[in-house]
């Protein structure tokens, strides 16, 4: 396994270090707190939640004109109320950046800010240093389900076959598509064959996989590492790009990186969520198809062929298999429906059974009276 997703910490980290600059002081207790229960891309994006709302606190509140987020108080932050918060959620949906850029904000994303501003209370207020914890009386946003928009086994198949002959791209595309089809294959196949996530294919390097157990190392959310095996077709993709990437060279420090860019270093998350996009939008143009959709499609497959959901969620690295079981409770439907029809109690109460008489004898037009039925009193 090499240093990639050590690197990756490490970046993140500093990052992180540099937003605790822009945040009030004290805030540094409450990300020291946290950190041995999450990830450092956890607490990096709550700190950019946090300094959103910071910003918003010293630009909107009266009672914090003139003031920076990093010259907020315990003080101050303690006179801030519920009302602040939901104003604060409203303005989110829309607004103009620091880099004057129009944003928005769905209502999942401000139930993440809203979680963030949470936490950050909770700590302060357990720890007694403030009096009110106003973000605990804030409504979390009413979140509407999505549909779960997968590809059907006849779009995966297009998918693929537009991925190797470059049919419906435009001309210059098509340029490109000679030179990047191999390697535009095998992530298609890797995200179709194995469920992994856009973060663990790009932090793959070559001697990650192993052809002798046609299995491959990741670096899961948390860093946790495990060994996912794949099938024929993921292993004729991988060998069929190897060739050529073989012959490929590289930028320093990117030698063992599997996929690569056009410019000659490891592939970026950007980039492989637009090569998906690119041959989704010529396969299913009434899909927006994503790296995520292609692991939605891999895990309907999976339980659909197996229809063991905790099977599922061990090989997509679900925590949780409340988590798996939200995103194919469609397909658990459908099944109990079928489950429906396959217990009959009564075989002459079924109509239309094939091993009936299609044309049942017509009712007597004189039928006798029912039995009269002699109720209680």
């Given at each position: 396994?090499?240093?990639?997703p ?22 540094g207790?409450?990300?020291r ?14 700190a ?10 010293v ?68 720890q007694q ?22 590809l ?21 595309e ?17 995200f ?52 050529k990437?073989e ?21 970026g ?65 459908e099944?109990?429906?079928q ?39």
């Amino acid at each position: 396994m090499s240093d990639y997703p050590l690197q990756k910490k490490k970046d993140y980290t500093q990052k992180l270090r540099t937003m605790l600059q822009e945040l009030p002081k004290f805030a540094g207790s409450y990300f020291r707190a946290m950190e041995p229960q999450t990830s450092v891309l956890t607490r990096y994006g709550y700190a950019v939640d946090l300094r959103n709302f910071f910003r918003f606190c010293v630009e909107e509140l009266p009672n914090f004109q003139g003031k920076s987020p990093a010259d907020l108080t315990l003080a101050d932050f303690g006179s801030i109320t519920a009302m602040d918060i939901e104003v604060f959620l409203e303005h989110v949906s829309l607004y103009t950046g620091s880099d004057q850029r129009e944003r928005e904000n769905n209502e999942r994303a401000k139930a993440r800010k809203l979680s963030a501003i949470r936490s950050f209370f909770k700590y302060y207020h357990k720890q007694q240093l403030i009096e009110n914890n106003p973000a605990a009386l804030v409504d979390t946003p009413k979140l509407h389900e999505k549909a779960i928009i997968r590809l059907e086994a006849n779009e995966v198949a297009d998918l693929l076959d537009i991925a190797e002959g470059g049919k419906g791209l435009s001309e210059r595309e098509k340029l490109y598509h000679q030179a990047t089809k191999l390697r535009d294959v095998a992530i298609l196949t890797l995200f179709l064959g194995t469920g992994i996530r856009i973060s663990e294919l790009v932090g793959i390097d070559i001697d990650d996989v192993d052809f002798a157990s046609d299995a491959f190392l990741v670096t899961r959310k948390g860093g946790n590492q495990e060994v996912l095996s794949f099938g024929p077709e993921v292993r004729q993709a991988l060998i069929a790009y190897l060739e050529k990437r073989e012959t490929m060279e590289t930028l320093p420090g990117h030698e063992q990186a599997l996929f690569l860019s056009m410019q000659r270093k490891r592939i970026g998350v950007r980039a492989v969520e637009n090569l998906v996009k690119k041959y989704a939008q010529v396969a299913t143009p009434l899909k927006k198809i994503t790296p995520h959709k292609l692991r939605s499609t891999y895990g309907t497959m999976l339980y659909q062929e197996s229809g063991d959901i905790y099977l599922v969620a061990d090989v997509l690295g679900h925590k949780d298999v409340n988590t798996t079981r939200k995103h194919y409770a469609a397909i658990e439907t459908e099944r109990r429906r079928q489950a429906a029809k396959y217990i009959t109690l009564r075989e002459d109460t079924i109509p239309n059974r094939p091993d009936l008489p299609s044309n049942p004898p017509a009712p007597d037009s004189n039928p006798s009276p029912a039995p009269e039925v002699h109720r209680p009193e």
